[in-house]
T-cell receptor, first 120, second 113 residues
Framework: GAVVSQHPSWVICKSGTSVKIECRSLDFQATTMFWYRQFPKQSLMLMAT?????????EQGVEKDKFLINHASLTLSTLTVTSAHPEDSSFYIC????????????????FGEGSWLTVV | QKEVEQDPGPLSVPEGAIVSLNCTYSNSAFQYFMWYRQYSRKGPELLMY????GNKEDGRFTAQVDKSSKYISLFIRDSQPSDSATYLC?????????????FGRGTSLIVHP
């Protein structure tokens, strides 16, 4: 299957600082990437949809100034948690949609390994 | 009513059992159906991908889609302890609509030796 790499896999930061998480599609170009947050034993919560070259579309209740998303290239999207607070501690996961090819019709979504953020 | 319903479990089975995991949905525009496996503290891994109705088999895994009943299933044959994980179903609409997948909340599966 396709590979989506997420970095860092875990990070600890001090309250008030900003943290950047990178999501890369390693073997395909992804025009669309998604950012999720997942609480323990809960399902994925979509935060925003990131489209290459345009502004991200945020889900209701997600602060765009708090969670900055940049999709500067077809293989890279970044999520920056600004002025992080302990309540931002969570598991953040990105995913990327693989374009159509001979094997699939284009709705295949691949996930990164996730990033654990702890704000102290 | 949520768009995608999935029993969170946990579902506990003995090793070697056939496991049946299911999701129901309400949006008749869904055309693409996926199953993901998520181990604890890891990102979801794509297991099966199906377009429209029918069956698809891959090794010990079989995915079934019944669009008339708005019901999808994932069967795991000869289950192993290593299959213990959370299984999420996901689905999205065909072209022209939103490609944003809608996820079930996941079913926790425990396969005990």
């Amino acid at each position: 299957g396709a590979v989506v790499s997420q970095h860092p896999s875990w990070v600890i930061c001090k309250s008030g600082t900003s943290v950047k998480i990178e999501c890369r599609s390693l073997d395909f170009q992804a025009t669309t990437m998604f950012w999720y947050r997942q609480f323990p034993k809960q399902s994925l919560m979509l935060m925003a949809t990131s489209n290459e070259g345009s502004k991200a579309t945020y889900e209701q209740g997600v602060e765009k100034d708090k969670f900055l998303i940049n999709h500067a290239s077809l293989t890279l999207s970044t999520l920056t948690v600004t002025s992080a607070h302990p309540e931002d501690s969570s598991f953040y996961i990105c995913s990327a949609r693989k374009p159509p090819d001979g094997m699939s019709s284009g709705n295949t979504i691949y996930f990164g390994e996730g990033s654990w953020l702890t704000v102290v | 009513q949520k768009e995608v319903e999935q029993d969170p479990g946990p579902l506990s089975v003995p090793e070697g059992a056939i496991v049946s995991l299911n999701c129901t949905y309400s949006n008749s525009a869904f055309q693409y159906f996926m199953w993901y496996r998520q181990y604890s503290r890891k990102g979801p891994e794509l297991l099966m991908y199906t377009y429209s109705s029918g069956n698809k088999e891959d090794g010990r895994f079989t995915a079934q889609v019944d669009k008339s009943s708005k019901y999808i299933s994932l069967f795991i044959r000869d289950s192993q302890p290593s299959d213990s994980a959370t299984y999420l179903c996901a689905m999205s609409e065909a072209s022209g609509g939103s490609y944003i997948p809608t996820f079930g909340r996941g079913t926790s599966l425990i396969v005990h030796p």
